[in-house]
């Protein structure tokens, strides 16, 4: 059974940065795509970033590329997402799934969620 268990949210600042850390169990990286997903309030659940399985290759919605990193450490078994020039628009719940055959922001496509991490930009 996997299970997934995120932490490092919190309140920050715009500008800001915040990692997150995604603590995978019951699945090796190596195995499946492991993918962050975040919901506003008010709004559908949409992915941020992925990364898949073996080759590690990443994904990035268009609002976060180029601010947002996504990598994982198969000795800890953790994935990271290391979220910088935050915006007030990141604002939301951020959630953690797996596995996934390949990089999809399709919900469908994922087997288990973690209970997320709330993040909130604002001065």
């Known amino acids: 059974q996997v299970q997934l268990v995120e932490s490092g949210g919190g309140l920050v600042q715009p500008g800001g940065s915040l990692r997150l850390s995604c603590a995978v169990s019951?699945?090796?990286?190596?195995?499946?795509?492991i993918g962050w997903f975040r919901q506003a309030p008010g709004k559908e659940r949409e992915g941020v970033s992925c990364i898949e399985k073996h080759a590690g290759t990443t994904a990035y919605t268009a609002a976060v590329k180029g601010r947002f990193s996504i990598s994982r450490d198969k000795a800890k078994n953790t994935v990271y997402l290391q979220m910088n020039s935050l915006k007030p628009e990141d604002t939301g719940v951020y959630y953690c799934?797996?596995?996934?055959?390949?990089?999809?922001?399709?919900?469908?496509?994922?087997?288990?969620w973690g209970q997320g991490t709330q993040v909130t930009v604002s001065s």
């Open positions: 019951g699945l090796a990286l190596d195995d499946g795509a």
């Open positions: 799934a797996a596995p996934a055959e390949f990089c999809t922001w399709y919900k469908w496509a994922w087997g288990s």
